[in-house]
C-alpha cells in the first residue's frame, strides 16, 4: 500500500495581493527584509514589513509589547490575506496570553510559519477556527536554504489551491500497516514547542486529529522523554494517527 498525506487548500493570493510579515521569535539580519520585498515582489505581491520589526531584546526580535503589537496588526487589519513569519526560535509563546485577551477579527488570515511558530498555529487553530500552514520561513526562503521544488510548491499552493502530497509514508507499526486510509485534519508541529504548552490553556487538543510532530537539534534520550510526557498526559489517547516528520540534527557527542 502506497501511504500518502493530502491536503487541500483553497488558493488565497492573487497578484497584488499584501502579505504581512512579522518576527514573533527570533531576529535575523536586516539585509533579508530587503531580500523578502525583492522576493514576494517577483512573485507579484506587495510586503508589509513593520518599521521596527527588530529592536532592543535579550531573546526575541523585539520587546513582547512590540512583538504583539505588530502580531495584534498583521491579525485585524483586512488588507492582507496572508501573514508570514520571518524566523521560528524562541518568543512566540510569550505572546499567547495576550492573544487570548484579543477579540476575534471578521476576516480570517492565513498564517505561515514552523518550528517556534507552532505556538500560534495551534491558538488560531483551536480558538478561532483559522487555517494555518507549516510552510517555510521567510529567512528560509530568501537565504537559499530551500530548494526550489519547495519553493514552486509553496506558490501553487498559495496560488493556485494546489493540493499537498507527501508520498510512501512509512508505516512504523502493525497497525499502520494495516489501515488504508485515514481522514481527519492535521494538528500539531513542533515537537519541544507542542510540549511545553502540556498542562496550560495552550495545550493542543489532540481528539480526531492526525497528530505531527517533528523538531531540530533535540538528541535522542530528550524526543523520547517528550513523547513519553505527551502518552503519560494521556494525548496520545484519542487521536487518530502519529505522523513524524523531520527530526534533523540531535547527534549524540563524538557520533557520527
Known sequence: MQHVL????????????????????????????????????????????????????????????????????????????????????????????????????????????????????VFLNQKWNWPTL???????????????????QIKQVLFNGEQMQFKNLQPLNSAAKKIKKIIGPVVGGNLSVLESAIGTPFQIKTKGKILCFEDLGERGYRIDRMLQHFNQAGIFKDCKALLLGDFTGGNEPNSD
Not at 71 to 99: D, E, H
Not at 137 to 144: E, M
Request: proline share 5%; glycine share 8%.
Open 134 to 152: 507549516h510552510g517555510p520561513l521567510i529567512d528560509r526562503l530568501v537565504s537559499q536554504k530551500l530548494d526550489l521544488e519547495s519553493q514552486t
Open 6 to 121: 493530502t491536503e487541500n487548500i483553497q488558493p488565497i493570493l492573487q497578484t497584488g495581493d499584501e502579505v504581512e510579515i512579522i518576527a514573533p521569535g527570533f531576529k535575523t539580519d536586516p539585509e533579508v527584509l530587503n531580500k523578502a520585498n525583492l522576493l514576494l515582489s517577483g512573485w507579484g505581491l506587495s510586503a508589509r514589513i513593520p518599521k521596527n520589526i527588530f529592536g532592543q531584546h535579550t531573546l526575541c526580535a523585539n520587546t513582547d509589547a512590540e512583538r504583539f503589537a505588530q502580531l495584534k496588526y498583521a491579525l485585524t487589519q483586512s488588507s492582507a490575506k496572508v501573514i508570514w513569519c520571518l524566523r521560528g526560535g524562541y518568543g512566540s509563546n510569550r505572546l499567547l496570553p495576550m492573544l487570548a485577551k484579543l477579540k476575534k477579527p471578521k476576516h480570517k488570515k492565513l498564517l505561515i510559519g514552523i518550528s517556534d511558530i507552532t505556538s500560534l498555529h
